[in-house]
């Protein structure tokens, strides 16, 4: 059970592979913001009907206190932000550039784990951290065929900052998240990542509601008409967000993180099947890398 977390991730990567699928398809029909709206006004009934049918099941239910309010709230927050920032970067013309830079939320995350809550990796974990990184850019670089001159180009263009930015709030996510739940005083694991599930997922229907309400009110309509295509987003969004509330319970949230960087071989090895096309030497070899620098952090973190 000490490793429960692992699978757990794997998995919940594997889903959030097809939610930012369908979350890329609703661009061609929605606005950033209305895809965000989607993706947790959805997830909320999904989230509440988990928590009703453990509160029937006589789970006990951790209590509230002030600490909890300030960490959930400014995860939901910041999730927001990145999840805004990582939607910009499907319409960037250099995407695979950004995704990249966006998988730095691991190494953020162990930067503000250790500033903020004074919260350390051990020096194995550090190490497979960076090795993981350097398996996903060789993935990414082999990709979209990007010589390593136009490589050294691209690191500092409009959508290399988006990603960083992106990177940096998903990072700080989930070192507040994972407080959140730790703070929570009492229940089983998998009931405080319910708990804080549905209150984050609740508060980020709120914001996102009143910023749609604000700028554009009619993009209500638009959520309904396509209802079906967004409720899949939304359902896809709470079991993905449940997942990473489970991993964060479990274990440090740059683990968690490091582990969930998988999702780039799901998405290549999905896009190969689709498109018949053959994996190249080195996205071979990048996966490798990181698989190596999962089973590296298992062993020594």
Known sequence: ??????????????????????????????????????????????????????????????????????????????????????????????????????????????????????????????AAIILSFVGVVMITVAEKHIEPKNLWQRLFTPSAMIGLGCGAFFGITGVFLREAILVLDKGEFFVKSSYTLLYVLTLQAIIMSLITLVKQAGQFKVMIKHAPKASMVGLTNAVTTFGWFLAFSLTHSAHVYMVGQIEVIFSILLSRKIFKENISKLELFGMFIVVGSIILLVLYK
């Open 1 to 126: 059970m000490e490793n429960i977390w692992i699978p757990i991730t794997i998995i919940t990567a594997f889903i959030q592979t097809g939610r930012n699928g369908l979350m890329k398809n609703l661009k061609s029909t929605m606005h950033d913001e209305t895809i965000m709206l989607s993706r947790f006004v959805f997830s909320v009934p999904i989230a509440f009907a988990w928590l009703s049918i453990l509160y029937v099941l006589d789970y006990q239910f951790p209590g509230m206190n002030s600490k909890f309010f300030i960490y959930a709230s400014a995860a939901a927050i910041c999730q927001i932000i990145a999840g805004m920032l990582f939607l910009k970067l499907f319409g960037r013309r250099n995407f695979v550039i950004g995704v990249t830079y966006n998988q730095t939320q691991v190494i953020m995350n162990v930067i503000f784990s250790a500033i903020i809550f004074m919260q350390f990796v051990s020096l194995g974990a550090l």
